[in-house]
């Protein structure tokens, strides 16, 4: 099973990013995904996660309204689009998938498969 996140980069605050996590090896319909987040010192946090037909979506707090999970079965992808960044964003974050036919989850416990990581940095 791989994930491959992509899309990271350096912004300016205020500046939007979509990031893309592509995996194999898994049947990508039947899991739910989810994206976390750790900043330098910090624990990995959860951000974002989305069931799998998108029934189900949950956000932190720190992202709700300007954070955007999605997720295109067929193409074994899923997105998410940050509008509005803040300089506290700054982040290494991480796609993940959980196990086969569970439900989204905002607990790190719940999700067997993670991707490598993306660098996000929000300058002020």
């Known amino acids: 099973v791989q994930l491959q996140a992509s899309g990271g980069g350096l912004v300016q605050a205020g500046d939007s990013l979509t990031l893309s996590c592509v995996t194999s090896?898994?049947?990508?319909?039947?899991?739910?995904l989810a994206w976390f987040r750790q900043a330098p010192g910090n624990e990995r946090e959860f951000v974002a996660a989305?069931?799998?037909?998108?029934?189900?979506?949950y956000y932190a707090d720190s992202v709700k309204g300007r954070f955007t999970i999605s997720r295109e079965n067929p193409k074994n992808t899923v997105y998410m689009q940050m509008n509005s960044l803040k300089p506290e964003d700054t982040a290494v974050y991480y796609c993940?998938?959980?196990?086969?036919?569970?439900?989204?989850?905002?607990?790190?416990?719940?999700?067997?498969?993670w991707g490598q990581g993306t660098l996000v940095t929000v300058s002020s």
């Open positions: 993940a998938a959980g196990r086969a036919q569970g439900s989204a989850s905002r607990s790190r416990a719940d999700y067997n498969y």
């Open positions: 090896g898994l049947a990508f319909g039947s899991y739910a």
């Open positions: 989305i069931s799998r037909r998108s029934g189900t979506i």
